[in-house]
C-alpha cells in the first residue's frame, strides 16, 4: 500500500463538535493538499503544504479550519465548531514536488457528515 | 477570482465514437492547467497537466489542449470505451490556488 490514506473514511458528529481529518501522504512526497467536495458545489481546494509549510491559507473556508504538517509527512486538517455546511468528502493528495510539472496522486477521501 | 465552467454537465455516447470535453476559464494568467477523472465513491486520478507555455498534451487516446488568449481547453477522448465513463474535471492554477470546474459526467454505452 503505497498510496495516500487518510483517516476515518466516515465520520458522523454533531454540529458543534471539532473534528480531525488525517491524511498519509505517499512516503517522499513534499507536498500536499486538501480539497473539499461538496454536494451540487464541486471540487474546493483548501490548502497545500510544502514540505511543513502552507505558502497560502487562504483557500481556508473560515478561521474555524485550520491544518499542519509535521514531518514533512502526515497532515490533519481540523474543523472547529462543525457546521452543517461543513458536510462534506474532504480529499488528500502528495505530490512529489510542487513545480512545473505536479502530478497529484489522491487518496479515497474522509466523509464528514456534520447533524 | 478565477472562475471554471465546464460544458456539458453530461454527456452520453455509443461506445467508438470520438468526444470532445470542454472547459473555460475567466482569468488567462494561469500556472498550468490540469484534467481529472473521478470514479464514483473514488479519489480523482490525474490525467494531464498542460504547462501555462503549452499548447497540448497527449497520453494514449486523450489529447487536451490549451489557448490561453480565450481561456479555453478540451479534452479530446478518441474511440471511447465503457471503461472511459467517469466524471472528468479540470482544473486551472493561478497563483498558489487551484480552481476546479464542476465536471462533465461521461457515460459511455457498450
Known amino acids: 500500500g503505497a498510496g495516500v490514506s487518510q483517516s476515518p473514511s466516515n465520520k458522523v458528529t454533531e454540529k458543534g463538535k471539532d473534528v480531525e481529518l488525517r491524511c498519509d501522504p505517499i512516503?517522499?512526497?513534499?507536498?500536499l493538499y486538501w480539497y473539499r467536495q461538496s454536494l451540487g458545489q464541486g471540487l474546493e481546494f483548501l490548502i497545500y503544504?510544502?514540505?511543513?509549510?502552507?505558502?497560502?491559507k487562504s483557500g481556508l473556508p473560515s478561521d474555524r479550519f485550520s491544518a499542519e504538517r509535521t514531518g514533512g509527512s502526515v497532515s490533519t486538517l481540523t474543523i472547529q465548531r462543525t457546521q452543517q455546511e461543513d458536510s462534506a468528502v474532504y480529499l488528500c493528495?502528495?505530490?512529489?514536488?510542487?513545480?512545473?510539472?505536479?502530478?497529484?496522486?489522491f487518496g479515497p477521501g474522509t466523509r464528514l457528515t456534520v447533524l | 477570482k478565477q472562475e471554471v465552467t465546464q460544458i456539458p454537465a453530461a454527456l452520453s455516447v455509443p461506445e467508438g465514437e470520438n468526444l470532445v470535453l470542454n472547459c473555460s476559464f475567466t482569468?488567462?494568467?494561469?500556472?498550468?492547467l490540469q484534467w481529472f477523472r473521478q470514479d464514483p465513491g473514488k479519489g480523482l486520478t490525474s490525467l494531464l497537466l498542460?504547462?501555462?507555455?503549452?499548447r497540448e498534451q497527449t497520453s494514449g487516446r486523450l489529447n487536451a489542449s490549451l489557448d490561453k488568449s480565450s481561456g479555453r481547453s478540451t479534452l479530446y477522448i478518441a474511440a471511447s470505451q465503457p471503461g472511459d465513463s467517469a466524471t472528468y474535471l479540470c482544473?486551472?492554477?493561478?497563483?498558489?490556488?487551484?480552481?476546479f470546474g464542476t465536471g462533465t459526467s461521461l457515460t459511455v454505452i457498450p
Open positions: 512516503s517522499g512526497h513534499t507536498a
Open positions: 482544473a486551472v492554477i493561478t497563483g498558489n490556488q487551484f480552481y
Open positions: 493528495a502528495s505530490s512529489l514536488y510542487r513545480s512545473l510539472y505536479n502530478e497529484q496522486f
Open positions: 503544504f510544502q514540505g511543513n509549510s502552507a505558502p497560502d
Open positions: 482569468d488567462s494568467a494561469i500556472y498550468n
Open positions: 498542460i504547462q501555462s507555455s503549452q
